[in-house]
């Protein structure tokens, strides 16, 4: 069916209105230091139907709904939207990353999709009822949904959150990362299979056969495809127009997979989300590419896509405190705990392993995304839907100020009752050079740093002036190349002189590294240490009883 001039004419001024709103309150919410998403959708609920309907019906009917031909134009213009946000989506994944920090992030992101999404699925399937279930007859599907919902993390919003707070290139960010990345890959496999049980258009495809083609077309775009990306990149970029036929490339190549993957029963973001991490993983992909990309989509078709959500329901009339309460406890209790445990699981210390929970509880578009893809399937109802966009608010919007709690909170901490138990030995050394030479090996084995660069820098500093402290205590140190402080203790068997101003020999010898270019941290934490040792009687209980087990007890307790 044709489209008439005042069709043609109110949906251009609808995307018009779309993105100009979009842009007001994004800028807004950036502003008040939250997610540009959250402004975007703020902006869809004052044009949806829960204001503007509420208040200037007619013209909500205009802009949006003037014939049934526009809402199937803003149909197909919000799923291209949200194929192309699933495609950038992808070029963020960095497949070394989660290599990297392959123990830990397993660790996480394994405890963050089967905590939550027990907890999902059972509230799901067991009480149905409260969390809103539209059809009873689906009860298997709507509570794998659930699952699902509660156990992916939002992969963009993630890294923004990271980025503002300057935390995307230490260890906490990279195991955040990678495990969002894992998170992600998982989350949509299993969702796509969910759509498949439903038996969504596959062109007559079994179930088996579509869960086989979906794995044929994972397992060849990431093991063959990421190869052929990667080699004809080059040529696509020597050859072509720069970065016009690269970017034209990438477009083609992610709307033919988001087609295939339609094709077999799959939703096309999937198809999408896959070639994204396969095209996105190439060393031959510039930056500036990227970025062009990025800011494409970013700044044209999410909005579109963000405030789109708002003209689908009435967010006040849909509203409801239990459901919404419901999905807030599981979100947090599900996602915070799974992979807080998973990170510690990892070796994290506690601190850490609950900034990663934090930070993996953030669902922002893609809880979005599978709420919308899941409403139009009709596994859920209206009042849901509103409870997943509110959850996937709150989670984006606390995971910042979460993240920033438990860090300051592990500042706090002493950095002697941090230390690693295998930082602790007992030592028969009788001079200053065979001691640090001893726990200089010991620090090494941990950090992998060259050993020779500790004994030198740390002899270094004590030829400047002695380190010896007071109560049978030493506290050597030295500022090198490394991320984050390290303290190693020696419990000597043998009395060492290191001319402590009280003239008594170290009996316990602490040594302290800091990184370079930090004065002050070092300045606090030598004050630091020096203070939990500054009582005799501690020192006292310490040396009655040098065992290294022992002594590390001692120590959580002062």
Request: hydrophobic share 55%; with cysteine; proline share 3%.
């Amino acid at each position: 069916m044709k489209m008439s001039v005042a069709d043609i004419t109110f949906f251009l001024i609808g995307i018009s209105v779309m993105l100009l709103f979009a842009r007001i309150f994004g800028e807004l919410a950036r502003s008040v230091k939250q997610p540009i998403i959250v402004g975007e959708i703020l902006a869809g609920i004052i044009l949806g139907p829960t204001l503007l309907g509420l208040f200037w019906p007619e013209v909500f009917q205009n802009l949006f709904r003037q014939s049934e031909n526009v809402g199937i134009a803003f149909e197909g213009l919000t799923t291209i939207a949200v194929v192309m946000l699933l495609l950038v989506s992808g070029l963020e994944v960095d497949l070394s990353v989660v290599l990297k920090q392959s123990r830990t992030a397993i660790s996480t992101s394994l405890m963050g999709l089967v905590f939550p999404f027990f907890i999902g699925f059972s509230m799901g399937y067991f009480f149905p009822d409260l969390l809103g279930i539209a059809d009873h007859s689906q009860k298997l599907v709507f509570a794998l949904f659930i699952g699902v919902a509660l156990s992916i993390t939002a992969l963009p919003v993630v890294a923004k959150t990271l980025m503002d707070l300057n935390l995307l290139k230490t260890e906490i960010g990279t195991v955040i990362i990678a495990s969002a990345m894992v998170d992600d890959l998982i989350g949509w496999i299993i969702f796509s299979i969910i759509l498949g049980m439903m038996g969504t258009a596959n062109h007559g495809f079994g179930f088996e056969t579509t869960f086989l083609l979906a794995f044929a077309f994972i397992s060849f775009m990431l093991i063959f495809g990421r190869k052929i990306f990667n080699y004809a990149l080059p040529t696509i970029q020597n050859k072509l127009s720069f970065p016009g036929g690269v970017i034209n490339f990438i477009l083609i190549s992610g709307f033919l997979s988001a087609a295939f993957t339609e094709y077999i029963g799959i939703h096309a973001i999937f198809g999408a989300f896959i070639t994204g991490i396969a095209i996105g993983d190439s060393v031959h992909l510039k930056q500036h590419t990227r970025e062009i990309i990025h800011q494409f989509i970013t700044n044209i078709f999410a909005p579109l896509f963000f405030v789109s959500i708002g003209l689908r329901v009435n967010f006040i009339a849909h509203f409801d405190i239990v459901i919404v309460a419901v999905f807030l406890i599981l979100a947090f209790a599900g996602k915070i705990i799974g992979c807080g445990l998973g990170a510690y699981l990892g070796g994290l210390k506690r601190w850490d392993s609950l900034a990663v929970g934090f930070g993996m509880n953030s669902r922002g578009a893609m809880e979005i995304i599978l709420g919308i893809l899941a409403f139009d399937a009709g596994i859920i109802e209206e009042k849901v839907f509103v409870a997943l966009v509110i959850m996937a608010l709150v989670t984006s919007i606390t995971s910042a100020p979460l993240i920033g709690f438990a860090l300051r909170y592990k500042r706090k901490e002493k950095l002697i009752t941090q230390i690693d138990p295998k930082l602790i030995i007992v030592s028969s050394a009788t001079d200053k050079k065979t001691l640090i030479s001893e726990l200089a090996q010991k620090v090494s084995e941990i950090i992998k740093i060259d050993k020779e660069i500790i004994i030198s820098e740390v002899l270094k500093r004590e030829e400047i002036m002695p380190t010896g402290i007071a109560n049978s205590l030493a506290l050597p140190h030295a500022k090198i190349k490394i991320s984050k402080p390290i303290v190693a203790i020696a419990l000597l068997k043998n009395e060492i002189d290191f001319e402590a101003v009280d003239s008594i020999p170290a009996k316990i010898v602490v040594l302290l590294l800091t990184p370079q270019n930090d004065n002050e941290l070092q300045l606090k934490l030598l004050s630091d240490i020096a203070k939990t040792f500054g009582d005799k009687n501690k020192m006292d209980d310490l040396l009655s009883d040098i065992s290294p087990n022992s002594v590390y007890s001692k120590l959580q307790k002062f």
